[in-house]
Nanobody
Framework: QVQLVESGGGLVQAGGSLRLSCSASGNIFSITAMGWYRQAPGKQRELVAIDTSGGSTNYADSVKGRFTISRDNVKNTVYLRMSSLKPDDTAVYYC??????????????WGKGTLVTVSS
């Protein structure tokens, strides 16, 4: 069993910054990727940023230059530093991790989400 716990969401004014955190715990042998997705009201869930174990990162075009993803592999934690926030960034942000357990089974896990609201 694996749990992903997110924190750091909240209300911020446009132009402000927030940092999201997501920690994974449980039956974890290795984590091949960790990332963030978001879902705004009435819209589909979309990729925001992802960090793979190979060290590569990928960002949605809409957040490039404003958001930074980073990982602490010792703590099994991924962060998302969000700057120059816009009202369009308002969404529930979900942590995602691709985890290999001690039985060598790879599964995709999701956190419960944390709400980010950017006021204009």
């Amino acid at each position: 069993q694996v749990q992903l716990v997110e924190s750091g969401g909240g209300l911020v004014q446009a132009g402000g910054s927030l940092r999201l955190s997501c920690s994974a715990s449980g039956n974890i042998f290795s984590i091949t990727a960790m990332g963030w997705y978001r879902q705004a009201p009435g819209k589909q869930r979309e990729l925001v940023a992802i960090d793979t174990s190979g060290g590569s990162t990928n960002y949605a075009d809409s957040v490039k230059g404003r958001f930074t993803i980073s990982r602490d592999n010792v703590k099994n934690t991924v962060y998302l530093r969000m700057s120059s926030l816009k009202p369009d960034d308002t969404a529930v942000y979900y942590c995602n991790a691709r985890i290999v357990d001690y039985s060598s089974v790879t599964r995709n896990y999701w956190g419960k989400g944390t709400l980010v609201t950017v006021s204009s």
